[in-house]
């Protein structure tokens, strides 16, 4: 509980943009797959972007070419830029982190941020 801790949600009118931060002190950052999820109302959760320990990337179809997923290993920190928000993209967004070995998986959660698109 706790483990990662996000900020930069908000509410920004249809074409606009927002940043989202995720910090991770707790673990150990480097060697984590690091995502960024929603979830809105009546809906599953679903995987937005994704950015392994090799820093290869992964986004959902529907956010390619407005989403960039970026990760600081330093400062243990990830972000997603978000430009071009539609509508469709409001929704609370939740950080991951997950690192697959051989004796366990671990996977931590943050608490979620709204992200509110609307005119």
């Known amino acids: 509980q706790g483990q990662l801790v996000e900020s930069g949600g908000g509410l920004v009118q249809p074409g606009g943009s927002l940043r989202l931060s995720c910090a991770a002190p707790g673990i150990t950052f480097s060697a984590y797959t690091m995502g960024w999820y929603r979830q809105a109302p009546g809906k599953q959760r679903d995987l937005v972007a994704s950015?392994?320990?090799?820093?290869?990337?992964d986004f959902a179809d529907s956010v390619k070419g407005r989403f960039t997923i970026s990760r600081d290993n330093m400062k243990k920190t990830v972000y997603l830029q978000m430009n071009n928000l539609k509508p469709e993209d409001t929704a609370v967004y939740y950080c991951n982190a997950q690192l697959r070995t051989v004796v366990r998986n671990y996977t931590y959660w943050g608490q979620g941020t709204q992200v509110t698109v609307s005119s």
């Open positions: 950015i392994t320990s090799a820093e290869h990337s």
